[in-house]
């Protein structure tokens, strides 16, 4: 699920990623830049295509320059559970996988694919990152995945002229960003473009409300399932997501037209040639599809204010993240080991910053890698929560596959009906705590 440029900056990055120091597999060996893996290939399986895949490949053709290892890059769709399994199964594992949900890394850890992080990586991740991004790559006290790519999913994107022509300014509370709405629909566009066919972004929806409304603890223990979903709060949080699903003159095409609507398709109907609506909720990806889909200008012809608290709640500070881990039955696991040491750099993560479309947990990433404000602001957020503990991780993508990362079934099912009729909150959280209970086993 999910983008600068400065030139003189970028060749400093790539120049400081093939000085710095590269480890090999295990925890004595590295590598320099005498090309110690020459001959070595790393398979490397991830959600990414298009041009997140295209970005992500310069960061491998960097780790090549440095090492001599050649990389592999596979894209396995949102199923990626399904295809490592069978590759596994197959006598055919990769070496390195992203993973992009928590629950999906704990599952194969606990299925004992999984290699331990090497000593030296796990230096660089006490050194580089905040300790939240250490606690959701641990699974028993054991480290086994370095989160490269994050995402700011509290941020709702608008275009500038939409809401100028409106006569309104960016809302500072959730009530005020539906009476916004509204105004921008009497003004000729509809407010959002909801992209209801992808479930996943109904979850962004729902945990950024609950976060707010309900609080960080209630979040964690929902996330946990320690807290049922029939409880008092959640049923809260669906009403105020009803508010804004039941308001036809807030989303474009309806409940029908959103139900169709995917969430590239969502971007297009905000910032394509033929604008729809005025503003589109997700993570600071938004702006990747705008930009190189649409050529938006960041920070001009698109931009972003914060998902705003909820009644007297905080202002919610959700993350999302790709976490790469190395199988242990890979053939060269060990040099996969070797490109998670790169990836733990700065330098490494300079060069898709560089390129855009991208945001790194890495505190110790320069904000001047990234091309525009906006971009360095979103990042600084995301950062600076993490390592106030304020950010809390994707509640879905922390929940076994079955239930928050399926499509189909389970809470992305059950959110898209709820969109479809959003009449009846208790009978909606009674089937999610329902299907919850059937996936955690409780």
Not at 127 to 143: I, Q
Not at 228 to 250: C, H, I, P, Y
Not at 310 to 317: E, F, L, N, R
Request: charged letters at 25%; proline letters at 4%.
């Amino acid at each position: 699920m999910m983008r600068r440029r400065t030139t003189l900056a970028s060749c400093t990055a790539i120049a400081l990623a093939f000085g710095m120091t590269a480890c090999g597999g295990g925890d004595d060996d590295s590598t320099g830049d005498d090309k110690a893996l020459s001959g070595q290939t790393v398979s490397v399986a991830g959600v990414w295509s298009g041009s997140e895949q295209k970005n992500f490949q310069k960061v491998l053709d960097a780790f090549t320059e440095k090492t001599g290892a050649k990389t592999q890059f596979t894209s396995t769709g949102d199923n990626v559970s399904t295809v490592v399994g069978s590759k596994i199964e197959g006598g055919n594992a990769f070496d390195v996988v992203m993973v992009p949900q928590v629950g999906v890394l704990q599952q194969f850890a606990k299925k004992d694919w999984l290699k331990p992080l090497s000593k030296k990586t796990q230096t660089a991740v006490d050194e580089n990152f905040a300790p939240v991004w250490k606690n959701y790559g641990s699974v028993d006290g054991e480290l086994y995945g370095l989160y490269f790519k994050a995402a700011h999913k509290s941020t709702v994107w608008y275009s500038p002229d939409a809401l100028a022509q409106a006569g309104v300014e960016t809302p500072k509370t959730y009530d005020e960003m539906l009476k916004a709405g509204r105004t921008v629909s009497d003004s000729g566009l509809s407010a959002f473009a909801v992209a209801g066919q992808d479930g996943w972004t109904l979850t962004d929806w729902f945990e950024n409300i609950y976060l707010s409304q309900a609080g960080a603890d209630k979040y964690d223990a929902l996330a946990a399932h320690k807290l049922k979903w029939t409880d008092q709060s959640v049923v809260d949080a669906l009403t105020t997501l009803g508010k804004l699903f039941k308001d036809k003159q807030l989303i474009a095409g309806g409940q029908k037209g959103a139900l169709n609507t995917d969430f590239p398709g969502s971007v297009e109907k905000v910032f394509g040639p033929k604008a729809e609506a005025g503003m589109v909720y997700e993570g600071d990806f938004v702006a990747g599809v705008a930009k190189d889909q649409f050529g938006k200008k960041i920070g001009e012809d698109a931009n972003f204010f914060p998902f705003p608290p909820v009644g007297s709640g905080d202002a919610p500070v959700v993350s999302g993240g790709d976490a790469a881990v190395v199988l242990k039955d890979g053939k060269n696991s060990e040099a996969g080991m070797a490109l998670l040491e790169y990836l733990a750099s700065p330098e490494a993560s300079a060069v898709w910053a560089e390129i855009g479309g991208y945001i790194s947990p890495n505190k110790n990433l320069d904000l001047a890698s990234y091309g525009d404000d906006v971009t360095r602001a979103t990042a600084k957020s995301l950062v600076d929560a993490g390592n106030s503990d304020s950010v809390r991780f994707d509640m879905s993508d922390q929940a076994p596959a079955a239930f928050g990362g399926t499509k189909g079934t389970g809470e992305w099912k059950i959110l898209a009906d709820f969109l479809r009729d959003p009449s009846n909150p208790k009978a909606t959280a009674a089937e999610l705590e329902k299907a919850a209970a059937k996936a955690y086993g409780s």
